[in-house]
């Protein structure tokens, strides 16, 4: 039994006011890291995160402005093959990991909201067993992506998580990993020197984007900044437009978007660029609308395809043309990935 | 917003009743009726009888945890606003059936159990918690600006939508997605008055011609270009 006191500042909760931990995780460094660093918060002691996680009738969106913790121990599928609605980039093994469910960030585009019942944070924090089955791959020579859903750098100073896959890819160099993250913090990354086999992939989004539905995310010129710093610590940098999302003078702000991305990054830098349009899990839109998510981003006709559902063929091939046809200015095909 | 709790005598009254009547009483609920309100329920406890119960005198504790001894089970109620009061567990199989009877009528967010030890000034806490249950309701309509809100039609464009229904005939799932792309259209950029006036007054013969003209209307309404 737990209690302790509490003054209120603000009515909402404070980010990670409360942190649920299974009995079994109890242990792990991460675990004690995390209550060294979180110690106003009231722990909550739980058989199994999915009594919290997949309780029902949560409010996703009021969750998700401020996150509690859950901090679980993963007992299987540590590690999934890649999704085909992924990039796998041109890599015939292509796997990724989920260490942390559900992201700091509150994208409203973002799939993890159909997907989650809640918008609370699982933290597993049994990363040793997931490096574990990620090395037993490295025969395959694999391409796993490691920050799917989350970002793992956001949380890095809490977690350390992407420091453990760097120190990875130090040992495991036929394995490729891949980090995304819209996260702009240099500092997290300053004390490692780069891998070869370890690609920072940093989404970009016009700051039109990201003022209206990249909330908690930082704005462009930061993520550039952190681009340069990254290029010039010796790091391997993707960048990422992904979503491209069809919104009123689409056309516009999006050549004006790469115009200013490349005059202020040098594409020589950069190991490759991708693109994707709004694309979705099919059953999105069901859970989303449960979820109470409205938003002009969902407004337009959307289509299913063999892999999800995305814009209508018109719309995304208006969205596709201007994208392609402005990095085609700056990168060579070869280098440009959908 | 309605601010349900319970005195000390209604409590007790209410716990060997709800004994009796549970679970009957919960499935028969009309549960969309407080689906909005909130449930404060406290607990005056006698300590020296509940060994389990938070132990700390004078104090009065908000449950984050609640867990039926006999089976095992817990369940956590969601904590989704700050608040000035002590938190704990709770191990008692009557509180734990309340709360899975209550979550039947409430959000779970709006469902708040207090307790608050039998030997301690219980009106003081009572006054205490009221106070911040009716700050907590006046601020839950801002809390809940981060959920976009959709966009409504108005009266008069309805009025122009239902001429448009009843002229083409649409069927209750065309009236439906119907509605929803006019919503879609208000998100995008504005209610497509000019787009859908001209359907006002089609006059199409038969039902294979006006599911020509409705596809026309739909085909129309999603590519508008803002
Ligand atoms: S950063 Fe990615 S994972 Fe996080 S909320 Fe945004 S879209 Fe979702």
Known sequence: ?338 | MNISYLTETENADFLSEFALRYPSCANNADASKNKNGLFIFISHTQMSKTPRMPRQPGAVFLINKITNPSSGNSRYPEILFRHPFNESGISDSEIFALYAAAERFFERKNIHFFICPADTENIKHVSEIKKWAQIRAQFEPDASHFRQNAAELTQSERDTAEKVITQLKLTQTQRHDFLRCLVNCKLRGGFPEAEISEFAFANPAGKKERSAVYDKLKQKLNFIDY
């Open chain 1, 1 to 338: 039994m737990t209690s302790s006191s509490k003054n209120s500042t603000s009515l909402i909760t404070k980010m990670y006011s409360h942190i649920y931990i299974e009995k079994e995780a109890e242990n792990y460094p991460v675990t004690m890291r995390i209550k060294g660093i979180l110690k106003c918060s009231e722990i909550i002691e739980i058989t199994h995160y999915k009594d919290v996680f997949n309780e029902r009738g949560q409010d996703f969106l009021m969750q998700k402005n401020r996150p509690k913790l859950i901090l679980a121990v993963k007992r299987e599928n540590l590690i999934y093959k890649g999704s085909p609605m992924c990039n796998s980039f041109g890599y015939e093994n292509f796997y990724y990991t989920s260490c942390v469910m559900n992201c700091p960030y509150n994208c409203e585009y973002c799939y993890l909201q159909g997907m989650y019942p809640s918008g609370n944070i699982v933290v597993f924090v049994n990363i040793d067993d997931i490096l574990e089955s990620a090395a037993k791959l490295s025969k395959q020579k694999p391409f796993i992506c490691v920050s799917y859903d989350t970002d793992l750098l956001a949380m890095e100073k809490l977690l350390g998580y992407a420091g453990e896959w760097i120190e990875f890819c130090r040992q495991n160099p036929e394995i490729t990993v891949e980090l995304r993250t819209k996260s702009a913090s240099f500092a997290n990354l300053a004390n490692y020197a780069a891998p070869a086999n370890f690609i920072l992939a940093i989404t970009l989004s016009p700051d039109e984007i990201i003022d209206l539905y990249e909330h908690k995310t930082p704005k462009l010129g930061r993520r550039i900044e952190f681009i340069n710093h990254a290029v010039k610590a010796g790091w391997k940098v993707r960048i990422c437009l992904d979503p491209v999302l069809y919104v009123r003078g689409y056309a516009q702000i999006y050549r004006k978007f790469i115009d200013d991305v490349f005059a202020k990054i040098n594409a020589r830098d950069i190991t490759d660029v991708s693109f994707g349009v709004l694309r979705l899990p099919k059953d999105f839109y069901k859970r989303a609308a449960k979820n109470g998510v409205k938003t002009e981003l969902f407004a337009y006709p959307f289509a299913d395809d063999s892999q999800g559902a995305t814009y209508s063929k018109q719309h995304a091939e208006n969205l596709r043309g201007v994208i392609y046809g402005g990095l085609l200015e700056y990168m060579p095909k070869g280098k440009i990935f959908e």
